[in-house]
């Protein structure tokens, strides 16, 4: 997963003019979109496991019929994907995870969204300088929640 993620950050590095910093993307806010076919109360549900599963607590469980919200607490912790990191970071950056979901019938849509309620500065991991780590950080936590929503449904079908 980490080869992917790198590989997605270099790709966004790659948008910059020569020379031109990568840390405004740190400010950005993005999100994984996924379309599955999957009613939306069982999506929901899902997702909820999914964070949890991931170590999250949830702060927000709020759903309707064909829309509902998760949001959780802020996390003091990396995620799996980032541990290696731990010693190197002072101050957690405080990772908060909101998903949406919608749907219609027998298909739902669900966006995962990541961000960091403090900055994150550098960090020297292994005698190199890291800035705008905050990036991978959510793009990580993303990618993990995703995966891990995915192995529920596939485990959840008949």
Do not use: K, N
């Not at 990396?78 to 405080?94: K, M, Q, R, T, W």
């Not at 909101?98 to 550098?122: C, H, K, N, Q």
């Not at 905050?134 to 891990?148: K, N, Q, V």
């Amino acid at each position: 997963m980490l080869g992917a993620l790198g590989g997605i950050l270099a790709g966004c590095a790659a948008q910059r003019a020569p020379g031109e910093s990568t840390r405004g993307l740190e400010r950005g806010t993005y999100a994984f979109a996924q379309t599955r076919p999957v009613p939306h109360g069982r999506l929901f549900s899902l997702a909820a496991a999914a964070l949890q599963t991931e170590g999250y607590t949830l702060a927000v469980r709020d759903s309707g019929a064909a829309r509902g919200l998760l949001r959780t607490t802020p996390r003091l912790t990396l995620p799996g994907c980032l541990a290696h990191l731990e010693a190197a970071v002072p101050h957690p950056p405080e990772l908060v995870v909101s998903i949406m979901t919608s749907g219609e019938r027998d298909t739902s849509r669900v966006y995962i969204v990541a961000e960091t309620l403090r900055s994150t500065p550098p960090i020297v991991v292994d005698g190199q300088r890291m800035e705008g780590w905050g990036l991978a950080l959510r793009f990580c936590s993303m990618a993990m929640i995703s995966t891990r929503l995915d192995s529920l449904i596939a485990g959840a079908r008949p």
